[in-house]
């Protein structure tokens, strides 16, 4: 979680106080457990690589 903004880490907090006590808060936790181990591999960092021109392929 140490990966998440301060304010998605804020986030997570309100979010995970608001689903103790409800069925929700195993969703939520994986959520957010998921989304800061997505962070920490990068994603979000770097805008992707687009193709400026289009290529012409065969049909398969």
Request: aromatic residues 4%; proline residues 5%.
């Amino acid at each position: 979680m140490r990966d998440l903004s301060p304010a998605d880490q804020e986030r997570c907090a309100r979010d995970l106080a608001e689903a103790t006590g409800t069925d929700r808060l195993d969703t939520v936790a994986r959520a957010w457990q998921e989304t800061a181990a997505a962070v920490a591999e990068g994603l979000g960092r770097v805008e992707p690589k687009w193709l400026d021109q289009h290529a012409a392929v065969e049909r398969p």
